[in-house]
């Protein structure tokens, strides 16, 4: 078994003469549940984009499950990868059940079914709803759905939680973990640090281009780090449940 | 099919057979509708010259409205996917105004347009053209693309307007032409657009769940296995050719586009599939009845077509805008 769901090697990538990526590295293995973080404009949705085949590198840089991902047909990506943009919606308006549906027709191998893919994120209230009357976190969870009826085997979401109320990021988030329990590659562009914490096993911490620290969430997300990526004062400790969690403190933005 | 989608399907088709039947019968000379029925199954109920004008002005003219109707209205439904954008059009965005442009500019320079082919190839590079333009700007920013559109359609309406002016004479057919008229139909011309309705509506339909996907996010659109940049590039050029074509043969009709796909949307959903196959009864409708008004609203004359399209489709559409928070689709 591959266990290698994501390699990159020496990706670099720039626009308009500024460099967003420098020869970044890193692997993510198969069934793992990895965040990525750092500033903004950093260039975690730069990789998303060169993930989806969005953009392009003519170099044997991105590797999925061993495949050189320019060996792959952009037909047949559905099958790697599914993605999950920041208020993915539009202003026409599809019924839930409809959206849903659309992540079969990436990947007709999947064997998830569109009701089984609506009970996994246990949306069947909104089922018959069209998108534009229902809420920015059931629309998440929405997406989150066709994600799963697409039945790809690495998972991308690029701030799935941002915007949203406590409520929907805690659901979004216990659903991740639950379809990373079932052995889904989970891949999740998030600035909640503590929400990274409590979620995410791995994480992968991006300054000015390139990878500051990758690894287990706790190594990676220490004060120092943060300290030194966000430029911002912040400190670790145990809650009386015995989750981590930052302060930030003595701040002046 | 679903019901709603089959019953809608059945109202257009139905609607435009006696809108068809109508315009055949209608004009200077009045000729019976029950005639013309029985003349289909019998060959004599109609007199000689009556038969001479059904078969050599009448049915070719009805047949190109039908026929350009559809064709505007799902070739404005492909720019409105392209641009996710509801608003857009062949005629809003200045892709017709591209092409009278480039007809205007071949005439003053004295190319030779006058032929079935050449006309709707000068028109074409026009058109296509404004297209690209459009597209590699709206690709940067596609919430700007409208005001683009709209800044193409003046600029290159102003230019058509003082080519006309310099080019006096040769150019002065523009001037109707900018107008739309459906006067020089003939069975070529009918045979022509025939093609060009089976060829959009084949390749539409066949892509009609990756047009779904166009109206996702963009990366969305890339994960579920579609080059969101070609695909749009390709309808965006089939768009422009099948409008551009249009355009050469009955000048600029605007609203087809804009009115038929929205007014389907709005009962239908944004589904392609239904759109494409019921969209193209209804532009196919509503042109019929607008070519019908401008032969009978003034007594032995006729009004460009593009007039008509534009009051009447000026109106439904306000309605329908207004309407929008009673309805269910958006």
Known sequence: ?253 | MKKKELLFFIICVSSSVIALLISISIGTTKINIINIIKNIFNNFTVDEIDLYIIKSIRIPRALCAMLCGGILSVSGLCFQTVFKNPLADSYVLGISSGASFSVSLGLLLGLSINSVYSLPVIAFTGSLATSFLLFFNGKKNINSMLLFGIAINFFLSACTSLFIFLGKKQVQFVIYWTMGSLSSSSYLKAAIFTILSVFILLFLLRRNKKMDLLLLNETTAFSLGINANKERLLLLIVSSLTTSVIVAYCGVIGFIGLMCPHITRKFLGPKHKPLIICSFPLGALILQISDIISRIVIPNSELPIGIITSIIGAPIFFSLLLKRKSTIYD
């Open chain 1, 1 to 253: 078994m591959i266990s290698q769901a994501i390699k990159i090697n020496n990706l670099t990538c720039s626009y308009s003469n500024k460099i967003i990526l420098k020869n970044i590295s890193f692997t993510v293995e198969n069934g793992n549940f990895t965040a990525i973080c750092g500033p903004n404009g950093v260039g975690k949705t730069t990789i998303i984009k060169y993930l989806v085949k969005e953009l392009n590198t003519k170099s044997s840089s991105i590797f999925l499950f061993d495949k050189d991902i320019n060996q792959i047909k952009q037909k047949d990506l559905p099958k790697y990868i599914s993605y999950v943009g920041q208020n993915d919606f539009n202003k026409y308006s599809f019924t839930v059940k409809e959206l849903i549906e659309m992540g079969k027709y990436g990947n007709n191998e999947s064997k998830i079914s569109t009701d089984e893919a609506i009970q996994i994120v246990d949306i069947s209230h909104l089922k018959n709803k069209f998108i534009n009357s229902i809420s920015s976190g059931e629309i998440q969870l929405a997406q989150i759905a066709r994600a799963v009826c697409q039945d790809a085997k690495i998972m991308i979401l690029d701030e799935p939680i941002s915007n949203l109320d406590p409520y929907h990021q805690i659901k979004i988030m216990e659903i991740l973990r639950a379809l990373n329990k079932n052995n889904k590659t989970i891949i999740c562009v998030l600035h909640d640090l503590n929400i990274v914490l409590k979620y995410c096993p791995y994480c992968l911490l991006l300054k000015n281009g390139n990878i500051f620290k990758n690894g287990k969430t706790e190594d990676v997300l220490k004060p120092n780090n943060i300290s030194n990526v966000y430029n911002i004062n912040c400190e670790i400790f145990k809650t009386n449940h015995g989750q981590l969690q930052l302060a930030f403190y003595n701040n002046q933005c």
